[in-house]
T-cell receptor
Framework: KNEVEQSPQNLTAQEGEFITINCSYS?????LHWLQQHPGGGIVSLFM???GKKKHGRLIATINIQEKHSSLHITASHPRDSAVYIC????????????FGIGTKLQVIP | GAGVSQSPRYKVAKRGQDVALRCDPI?????LFWYQQALGQGPEFLTY????????KSGLPSDRFFAERPEGSVSTLKIQRTQQEDSAVYLC???????????FGPGTRLTVL
């Protein structure tokens, strides 16, 4: 079983829809990243959070440490949001080793 | 530059050829990580440096893979006698001391024919 599980793996939405991507993990962590990866490989960090909720524009990320679960929400989705969204956890202890989920491929259709 | 840079961005190698992939982290970033991302998969940890010291190389898939960071800044990932299964995007990331947030480079897409 992977230490980080994401769902769904693929998601197609109509422009304007509210989108939720889920991440569950089974290890102790000090922080969790949500990352965005566009075709071509480059990764951008959207959020790093260790508790509660963060909001940036149309993006909202939440984490529940007790339940070992995080969600990424996109409000009023737009075709430019189409990308792969990756959940990555920073393992507690040690030197910030990161374990990644497989990613959720999102396509937003106009 | 302000971000992490990697070169080359794309590399096509013939099977058996040696390749060298370069990472320029953000100035002052103590920690440097290399990851391998196969097509359709999430990145997988390869190795970690703190300054010039390679503290963890447990993710390197074989002894054909070698990484160095001799002056604690630029890092090179070398793959000897490349095989088709080495085809992947190789990502480099750095972070400041005692910070959790990692800053990723654009990656190098390696294709081994």
């Amino acid at each position: 079983k992977n230490e980080v599980e994401q769902s769904p793996q693929n998601l197609t939405a109509q422009e304007g829809e509210f989108i939720t991507i889920n991440c569950s993990y089974s290890v102790g962590i000090s922080a969790l990243h949500w990352l965005q990866q566009h075709p071509g490989g480059g990764i951008v960090s959207l959020f790093m959070l260790s508790s509660g909720k963060k909001k940036h524009g149309r993006l909202i990320a939440t984490i529940n440490i007790q339940e070992k679960h995080s969600s990424l929400h996109i409000t009023a989705s737009h075709p430019r949001d189409s990308a792969v969204y990756i959940c990555a956890v920073v393992l507690s202890g040690g030197y910030q080793k990161v374990t990644f989920g497989i990613g959720t491929k999102l396509q937003v259709i106009p | 530059g302000a971000g992490v840079s990697q070169s080359p961005r794309y590399k096509v190698a013939k099977r058996g050829q040696d390749v060298a992939l370069r990472c320029d982290p953000i100035s002052g970033h103590v920690s440097l990580f290399w990851y391998q991302q196969a097509l359709g998969q999430g990145p997988e940890f390869l190795t970690y440096f703190q300054n010039e010291a390679q503290l963890d190389k447990s993710g390197l898939p074989s002894d054909r893979f070698f990484a160095e960071r001799p002056e604690g800044s630029v890092s090179t990932l070398k793959i000897q006698r490349t095989q088709q299964e080495d085809s992947a995007v190789y990502l480099c990331a750095g972070s400041g001391y005692a910070h959790n947030e990692q800053f990723f480079g654009p990656g190098t897409r390696l294709t081994v024919l």
